[in-house]
């Protein structure tokens, strides 16, 4: 087993077993899509016209807050400065960590988003666009908030920094995934248009992710 | 004078202690002026006096762009050529450009809602301004979060590099999308299509900014060195109480 993929499933098996990450964040995202109609009223044609922007609203930030467990936890116990001492290169080590964390929080909150869509009331075509734009989504932003959480890994209370520092580079991630969903479901722009540019997102984060973070890493640790 | 002979900063401080005041009185007179320049141009035809906002808003708008320029070839300068004020100039430089950026955004707003009968549109570059913004604070607080500056300086210089990615978002965004705010009508090619009459005491003012850009950061770089003088004098005598 090379030591990237050792990475990958000890990142999946803490994870899952933990217990915390990945049900968290589709807890959040629930509760999230649950507060919105208590905003804005029971009106189900309106909620159907937002419902793919509060899904994408909701996958982001459940993304956000999860992205403290990314980094964090491996800086305290000290397999952090284990990582950056090995042999394998810390981008690639970094992007093994993304992977994994995104394979445990992002891909659930795929899953979860057709069946909050029916909270929503969208039809099977909006839900189908809303989970394959956050399909391809989802990467960039745990990407994108690698780099916040290899800035703010040695901080103790830098949760709310770290959204602070992620939200403004995820913005357009955000609005060519709702621009997409929406494309799918009214037009006039044809699907693949914003699509296409959100998975240009998801590629330019899948490189500049991991390249920043590692630079952070290494000169946030010494 | 080279970059180099300027990175001590006790030869930064004395050279900066002489330039001030003749920097602060230039600024003054660029002011004086271009206020001067903007009494006597004329009203637009449309506009009328309203036009005379752009002479605020624009030179706001192109400084705080331009120190976040100026943050992200420091934050090289930190990271690459390990310059020793490198650090100070991007930490001096990020107030000053949040402010700049936000008078454009406000003198932005109090001019669109004559004009445009909106004080706010979410089009591509009002948008990507406001997200400029947003960055500049996200900066500011990671500057104020980690204590030792040294740490503090290399992740702000990772964070403006990644954020410099916007700023040719912000230059372009009139041109690759459909914007309620006007095109590019200043630096476009094929030259300025603003008469001078107007364009002249744009340009004034946008000098006269500019000073008062440079004043404020070397005023601002001065008081971080002199504020890490002071840090490090405490942090001396705590140590020294400690020891009998």
Same mark, same amino acid.
């Given at each position: ?31 999230? #899509?649950? %507060?919105?109609?208590? *905003?804005?009223? @029971?009106? =189900?044609?309106?909620?159907?016209? $937002? !419902?793919? /922007? ?75 666009? #809303?989970? %394959?734009?956050?399909? *391809?989504?989802? @990467?960039? =932003?745990?990407?994108?908030?690698? $780099? !916040?959480? /290899? ?72 | ?244």
């Amino acid at each position: 087993m090379t030591a990237l993929s050792a990475l990958l499933a000890r990142d999946l098996r803490l994870a899952v077993r933990v217990g915390g990450g990945a049900l968290i964040g589709v807890l959040f995202f629930l509760i999230v #899509v649950t %507060l919105v109609p208590f *905003a804005i009223g @029971p009106d =189900l044609a309106l909620l159907a016209r $937002i !419902g793919p /922007a509060i899904l994408w609203l909701g996958a982001l930030l459940a993304s956000l807050l999860a992205l403290d467990r990314l980094l964090a936890m491996d800086q305290e116990d000290g397999s952090l400065d284990l990582i950056l001492t090995a042999r394998v290169p810390l981008e690639l080590a970094v992007a093994a960590k993304a992977l994994a964390h995104w394979l445990t929080t992002g891909v659930p909150l795929i899953i979860a988003a057709p069946l909050l869509g029916l909270l929503l009331n969208l039809d099977p075509k909006a839900t189908a666009a #809303v989970a %394959l734009t956050l399909l *391809a989504g989802t @990467p960039a =932003l745990t990407f994108t908030g690698l $780099i !916040g959480a /290899a800035l703010t890994v040695a901080l103790r209370r830098g949760g709310l920094l770290l959204v602070i520092l992620v939200l403004p580079l995820t913005v357009p991630v955000l609005i060519f995934g709702v621009a997409a969903s929406n494309a799918a479901i009214i037009g006039p722009v044809p699907f693949g248009t914003p699509f296409s540019i959100l998975c240009a997102l998801t590629l330019i984060s899948l490189v500049i992710g991991p390249l920043a973070a590692a630079i952070a890493l290494r000169q946030g640790l010494d | 004078m080279s970059l180099i002979e300027l990175a001590n900063p006790s030869r930064f401080l004395a050279l900066t202690g002489r330039a001030l005041p003749w920097l602060l009185a230039a600024t003054v007179l660029a002011f004086a002026f271009g206020i001067s320049q903007i009494y006597f141009a004329p009203d637009d035809y449309q506009q009328g006096a309203t036009v005379k906002i752009m002479f605020i808003h624009v030179p706001a708008a192109w400084l705080g762009v331009f120190a976040w320029v100026l943050m992200s070839v420091a934050a090289l300068g930190t990271l690459v050529w390990r310059h020793p004020l490198a650090d100070v100039a991007a930490k001096a430089a990020a107030p000053i450009g949040a402010a700049f950026t936000l008078m454009c955004l406000v003198t932005g707003s109090l001019w669109g809602r004559p004009m445009w009968g909106t004080y706010w549109v979410w089009d591509a570059r009002l948008t990507s301004v406001l997200v400029l913004f947003l960055m500049y604070l996200g900066v500011i607080a990671l500057w104020r979060t980690i204590d030792d500056p040294a740490q503090a300086a290399r992740a702000a210089a990772v964070l403006t590099l990644v954020g410099a990615i916007n700023i040719p978002i912000i230059k372009f965004s009139v041109d690759w999308w459909n914007t309620l705010h006007q095109p590019a009508s200043v630096l476009r090619l094929g030259g300025s299509t603003i008469h001078p009459a107007i364009l002249d005491p744009l340009i004034v003012m946008a000098v006269a900014f500019t000073l008062l850009f440079l004043t404020l950061h070397l005023a601002a770089m001065r008081n971080e060195i002199m504020r890490r003088r002071v840090r490090t004098l405490m942090m001396l005598q705590a140590g020294a109480r400690v020891r009998p």
